[in-house]
C-alpha cells in the first residue's frame, strides 16, 4: 500500500513535469511566430538600407544633353549661355554653331536669321569654329546673342517665347529655357557663338549664371555693363 506521503509527491512531481512539458511548448510556439513587433528573420536578413536616393536624369538617345546657363542684359544687348554634356559612355564631336529656333507663346514659329559668330549684333563672338572631342562627363559652351532693338516703328517687335537648340544641322534638338522673352524688338535677327569646350577646372553651374565677356566693345553702342 502506498503512503499518503508517497501519494503526494508523486502528484507533485506529475504537476511539474507537466508544466516543464506546456512551457517547451510555449518556447517551441513563439520561436516559430517571432515577436510580432520585429520582422521575420528573413524579413531582416534581406532588408537594404532605408535611405533612397534618387536616380540619375536619363541621358537622350543622342548621348548628349543641352540647357541654358542663364541670361544677361545690358542697354539692349541681350546674352544667353548654352551648355552641352556628354551625359554618354562615348566620346561626342562638335565642329559648328549650335542650331538655333524661336517659337512664340503659341509656339508658332518666329521667322528670323540666325547669324553665326554674331557679327551683326556684337563683336567678341567670333571664333571660328573648332574640333572639339568630348569624353564622357565633359562639357561644351556657346552663347546666344540678340538685342532689343527698334529701328522702324512700322515694324513690329517680335517677342519668342521658347527656344529650341541642337549640336548641329540634321541633329535633335532640346528645348531649352531662355530665361526670360527673347526680346529681338524688330532686327529679325539673332546670333549664337560656336561650341567651345569647357576648361574641365570649371565647376559645373548649379544655377544660371552670366556667359562670358565679349573680347571687345561694338563701336556702334555704348560699352556694356561689365557682367558682359
Known amino acids: ?13 506529475a504537476t511539474v513535469a507537466m508544466a516543464l512539458v506546456l ?9 516559430q511566430s517571432g515577436d510580432p513587433s520585429q520582422p521575420p528573420p528573413a524579413a531582416r536578413a534581406e532588408a537594404g538600407p532605408t535611405t533612397s536616393t534618387q536616380p540619375p536624369a536619363e541621358c537622350p538617345a543622342t548621348g548628349v544633353r543641352i540647357r541654358s546657363t542663364g541670361g544677361d542684359a545690358a542697354m539692349g544687348l541681350r546674352a544667353l549661355g548654352l551648355e552641352l ?31 553665326n559668330g ?3 549684333i556684337t563683336s567678341g563672338f567670333d571664333q571660328p569654329p573648332r ?7 565633359e562639357r561644351a559652351t556657346a552663347v546666344v546673342l540678340w538685342r532689343n532693338l527698334v529701328t522702324d516703328s512700322t515694324v513690329v ?22 530665361d526670360g522673352p527673347i526680346d529681338l524688338g524688330n532686327t529679325g535677327r539673332i546670333g549664337v557663338s ?12 548649379s544655377r544660371p549664371a552670366p556667359p562670358p565677356a565679349p573680347s571687345a566693345v561694338p563701336s556702334s553702342v555704348g560699352p556694356p555693363d561689365g557682367r558682359l
Open 1 to 13: 500500500m502506498i503512503s499518503r506521503d508517497t501519494a503526494a509527491r508523486r502528484r507533485i512531481s
Open 23 to 31: 512551457g517547451g511548448c510555449d518556447r517551441d510556439h513563439r520561436g
Open 85 to 115: 554634356v556628354n551625359c554618354g559612355e562615348r566620346p561626342y564631336q562638335l565642329n559648328g554653331y549650335p542650331v538655333l529656333h524661336v517659337f512664340d507663346e503659341q509656339r508658332e514659329p518666329v521667322m528670323l536669321r540666325v547669324v
Open 118 to 120: 554674331a557679327k551683326e
Open 131 to 137: 574640333q572639339v572631342t568630348l569624353a564622357a562627363g
Open 157 to 178: 517687335a517680335t517677342n519668342g517665347e521658347f527656344l529650341t537648340v541642337a549640336p548641329a544641322a540634321g541633329q535633335p534638338a532640346e528645348e531649352v529655357d531662355p
Open 194 to 205: 560656336a561650341w567651345k569646350k569647357a576648361d574641365p577646372s570649371t565647376p559645373v553651374p
